[in-house]
């Protein structure tokens, strides 16, 4: 099992940068392809970034990309999402998840395929 804990969340003008990161504890860390989802009120948990196992594979969500940036630091058990030019429309809790996988490229961007969840870290942007 794998225990997941975000961070780095809070107020940002629109325009600015905030970097979230999500560290893991519980198992080897390397064996877990990773993501990120957000969800704001009202609105389904969507998908943000994903990344592979060794972190040389990522994916984005269209209205990410370019200016989201997923990493991972697979010896400090961190995965981050940097975060620049954010919109209000970026507002929502960002969620850290887990995929246990057997194949090292694999990159997931469903919710349904995570395992484990964070408890989310709030980020609002303001106009």
């Known amino acids: 099992q794998v225990q997941l804990v975000e961070s780095g969340g809070g107020l940002v003008q629109a325009g600015g940068s905030l970097r979230l990161s999500c560290t893991a504890s519980g198992r080897t860390f390397s064996m877990y392809a990773m993501g990120w989802f957000r969800q704001a009120p009202g609105k389904e948990r969507e998908f943000v970034a994903a990344?592979?196992?060794?972190?040389?594979?990522?994916s984005y969500a269209d209205s990410v990309k370019g200016r989201f940036t997923i990493s991972r630091d697979n010896a400090k058990n961190t995965v981050s999402l940097q975060m620049s030019s954010l919109d209000p429309e970026d507002t929502a809790v960002y969620y850290c998840?887990?995929?246990?996988?057997?194949?090292?490229?694999?990159?997931?961007?469903?919710?349904?395929?995570?395992?484990?969840w964070g408890q989310g870290t709030q980020v609002t942007v303001s106009s």
């Open positions: 998840a887990a995929k246990g996988s057997t194949v090292w490229k694999s990159v997931f961007s469903t919710r349904y395929d995570y395992d484990y």
């Open positions: 990344i592979n196992r060794g972190g040389g594979t990522t």
